[in-house]
């Protein structure tokens, strides 16, 4: 009789005998590589309701193996299946091995459902293919050599369990990564509690379509991160709320998307970063903090923050001359910062060059 219960697979034998003897597998699924592993195909294999865990470890049967250092190398390996389609648990991607062995590629195209989280670190991954994923826990990743993701859409975040140490549940993390485009995971019209795109190098365009927003993070604050453009909307969105936005990179320009209808943020902070194109693209924003960034010289404050009430306003340290409400744009004398005429919070400036027809 059949074992669909837990599985561990170590060679192609064990993927095709699993394959062969369940469609449906009711346990986890243990895939481990070692110097003895070839590719594995899972073809015939439809859903796991446990979860997928997948490493590469260092026996304790490498004599020489004391330390991850003395792990003997061996070729990263490929997993595929044409006909997985749900992972109820899990689906984690691990190596302990770094630099030693791994996975490079990982290819599930019509895996349609993952129930908790995909938690991808191992920096011999450079193909994923997950094509048709639409409903997942979260997401973090965690893969500086990925140059090739292809995915349609995600279109729904639950918010899983994820497994310790793993991101918080509702959380799409990227912390490396080296595709240039993540729109496919960025661009759903829903609700989410957390975003953060941490990286190494940056990426020339963040497009952030999602309805709902409980935080979102632009870099880290020991990493030097340059994004050309952050877009808020794709086209489809039309209102868009962001509790708390914090950047700790060099972005160029802020764009908002003409179908964008309503635009509002609790808190803008830019911290140790900087932005090029000074001009807030919000409806309607409750704290603006600005920390030890780098430029530029001039804020503009648009004509709908007359509107705004119990604002808050926080420079501290930085390059800003705050000398009048007017500047001259094209020879043209033009306003271009509006206080809020209603009951304002707070105004904290700190080490910042300011005169008295700027307030």
């Not at 302990?96 to 920096?123: C, H, M, Q, S, Y």
């Not at 240039?180 to 020339?204: A, C, H, R, T, Y």
């Not at 609790?266 to 000074?278: A, E, I, N, Q, V």
Request: hydrophobic share 35%.
């Amino acid at each position: 009789m059949a074992n669909c219960g837990d599985r561990k697979v170590f060679t192609q034998k064990d993927a095709r005998d699993l394959a062969r003897e369940c469609k449906v597998l009711v346990g986890n699924l243990d895939i481990i590589s070692r110097n003895d592993t070839d590719d594995l195909n899972f073809d015939g294999l439809e859903e796991v309701k446990g979860s997928i865990w997948v490493q590469s470890i260092c026996f304790a049967d490498d004599k020489n193996a004391k330390e991850k250092k003395d792990c003997p190398s061996w070729e990263p390996v490929k997993i595929e299946s044409s006909t997985l389609r749900r992972v109820g648990g899990h689906f984690v991607v691990r190596s302990f091995v770094p630099g030693k062995a791994g996975f490079w590629n990982i290819t599930v195209p019509r895996l349609r459902t993952i129930g908790e989280d995909l938690l991808l670190n191992d920096e011999q991954l450079e193909y994923l293919d997950v094509t048709d994923l639409e409903e997942i826990g979260d997401v973090d990743l965690d893969v500086p050599n990925l140059n090739t993701l292809r995915h349609e859409q995600l279109r729904s975040v639950t918010g899983g369990q994820a497994p310790a140490p793993g991101p918080i549940a509702g959380n799409f993390v990227v912390r490396r990564i080296a595709v240039d485009n993540l729109d496919s995971f960025l661009k759903p019209n829903i609700s989410l509690p957390n975003v953060q795109i941490q990286l190494e190098s940056g990426m020339p365009r963040v497009t952030i379509g999602y309805a709902e927003l409980g935080s979102l993070v632009l870099g880290a604050p020991e990493t030097n991160v340059s994004f050309d453009e952050v877009v808020f909307g794709d086209g489809n969105t039309q209102a868009l709320h962001i509790q708390n936005f914090t950047s700790y990179s060099e972005v160029k320009k802020l764009v908002r998307e003409p179908q964008l209808r309503d635009f509002s943020a609790g808190m803008f902070k830019m911290d140790r970063g900087s932005l090029h194109h000074w001009e807030l693209p919000f409806d309607t924003l409750r704290e603006l903090r600005l920390l030890d960034i780098k430029c530029p010289e001039t804020i503009t404050l648009p004509p709908r923050a007359a509107t705004w009430s119990n604002f808050t306003l926080q420079i501290k340290r930085g390059p800003m001359k705050l000398a009048s409400e007017y500047a001259d744009k094209d020879g043209q004398r033009t306003k271009t910062w509006y206080w809020p005429e209603q009951p304002i919070d707070t105004i904290d400036l700190q080490d910042v060059s300011i005169d008295n027809a700027f307030l």
